[in-house]
């Protein structure tokens, strides 16, 4: 489906600066039952504000994929009463069908290749999980996230769950605080997550939520507010990216951030849009030049692993080593992997086999770190296929969301989108992410975000044909009746 802005016909009424706003106003509830969103929601904003505490889990389960599967369960409930009230209208919970082809290959390619697998069990189990990342977890997200307000609930809680996240580890890093106690050396900070890592890529997706808007208000009344919440909240969030200890989040940040710019510039700015003054822009570059400075004098984890491999020593030019043997290894049997892998794992497992050949001397960087390459030994070269149609749509998604929400309240929502997008895409080349739901959040959300500006562009559309349509003729009673 295109997102094109409609063009009013001649002698209409003047279009105005949002498509389609003054009729999703008309389909939304009273102003004083603006917040009245629906059961189903409210459980998705609980399970969003969760989503990056992973260590809390009932059954095995976490608590938001939990509170998720709930408001799945109720949107089910709506659907069978024929209850649509608080529901995204049914033409547009599909989603892209370019999304469900490539989701199916995967899931096709992990399920063949469970079948020769080691334990064929645990490697279902990860089709499972996949399954339930991606499919269902993007339709729950799609039948709640009904119109812009709901979008904007649902991007308030994931800013709530990477800020909640930030500050526990900054109290690991500073006051000794840890809520996770195992030793991953040097320092290195996981929250409430099972790793470094781990943590570090659920705060890069949710990273540029809120460097974004330091330049770029979500509403016109913030013109007049200064910016130092949202400026504090980017130095909160970047102190504990740097505390996880992980290096490759400084790429995938920097990625990001020129990803955005060269869009915004493609995109260009319809006068009138929502802006910061050139002042705050400049001294924001400023401040973080002299951050970036002052960091690799600190003694924060990834100052000292970054000094420490300039200085040819410690663990991470081993890690590095390590990880571009096994990459080679795989990349030498490319021929096995045609058809199908050797069967999904979530660490380890499948990539031990390649511990020997290729001279790891640890099992951790037996691992593969390499999320295509992982897919490709695990669940052969189909299911690597359908990951890159996946991204490549995606991709061509939130770069159109910027194009079409310039000038207006969301385009600031689709920046932030893209950056993360391509952030948890650039950490996905050195991490094992492939079936991680902090790889597929920003997935999910652009997907949402696209719905929400489909259904909005299409009533727009509605209206301005509605305008330029002849009155239909009076029907006169037929006198031979």
Known sequence: MSLALPVPPPGSRPAQSEPGTAAAHRDQLRPAARYRRGVALWIALAAMATVSFNMTRVGGWTVSDLLFLLSGAVVVIHLLNDDHRFLTP??????????????LLIVTGATLSSFGSWSPLSSMMVVVRLIWTTLIWFWVLRSVCRDREAFGALMKAWRCTVLVSSLIALMGEYAGVQFNTQDFGQGRQAGLTFHPGELMNFLIAGFFLFLIPVFVPERQSERR????????????????????GSTSAVLAIAAGTLTILATSIYAGRSKGGPS????????????????????????????ERLTSYGEGSGNLGDSVDSRARVNDAIL?????????????????????????DTGATDTEYGNIHNMHLKLLHESGLPALVGLWIIIYAIGRQAVRLVVVNRGTALFGASLALLGGFVAVNVSAMFGPTAYARHFWLPFAMIGCLWTVRRRELDQSAAEARALTSPPLPAQTPNPAR
């Open 90 to 103: 049914e033409r547009y919970r599909s989603g892209s069908q370019i999304v469900v082809a490539g989701l």
């Open 225 to 244: 507010f200064p910016t130092l919440w949202w400026l504090a909240g980017t130095m909160i969030v970047t102190l504990a990216i740097f505390a996880t």
């Open 276 to 303: 910061r003054s050139p002042l705050v822009t400049l001294s924001v570059i400023g401040l973080m030049l002299i951050s970036f400075m002052a960091l690799m004098s600190s003694d924060l984890a990834i100052a």
């Open 332 to 356: 030498a049997d490319f021929d096995r992997y045609l058809i199908v892998g050797v069967g999904p794992t979530f660490f380890g497992g499948a990539a031990g086999s390649l511990v020997e």
